[in-house]
């Protein structure tokens, strides 16, 4: 069984940044791929970004490409979202999520979730 944590969420204004971090424990963490995945009130939980278990391939919804970077550290069982950029859409409820397979961009292919970090962006 996989716990997560997340932390880092917080209010911030357009334009701004924030650093997503998420702890994990009661696994081996570098057998898991890794996501994020954001629920806005009233939406569907929504995929914003993953990476493999070496950590050697991202992968991003449109949405937040090439403003969002995933990383991962595997010696502390950790992994990031950097969000630059930010905008009032990116509002919403961030999970951390693992995964047994390599890499996934699909809510139903992600075992452990955490209970989220609210990130707000005003206009």
């Known amino acids: 069984q996989v716990q997560l944590v997340e932390s880092g969420g917080g209010l911030v204004q357009a334009g701004g940044s924030l650093r997503l971090s998420c702890a994990a424990s009661g696994g081996t963490f570098s057998s898991y791929g890794m996501g994020w995945f954001r629920q806005a009130p009233g939406k569907e939980r929504e995929f914003v970004a993953a990476?493999?278990?070496?950590?050697?391939?991202?992968y991003y919804a449109d949405s937040v490409k090439g403003r969002f970077t995933i990383s991962r550290d595997n010696a502390k069982n950790t992994v990031h979202l950097q969000m630059n950029s930010l905008k009032p859409e990116d509002t919403a409820l961030y999970y951390c999520a693992a995964t047994r397979a390599v890499l996934a961009g699909m809510v139903n292919e992600y075992h452990y979730w955490g209970q989220g970090t609210q990130v707000t962006v005003s206009s």
């Open positions: 990476i493999s278990r070496s950590g050697l391939t991202p």
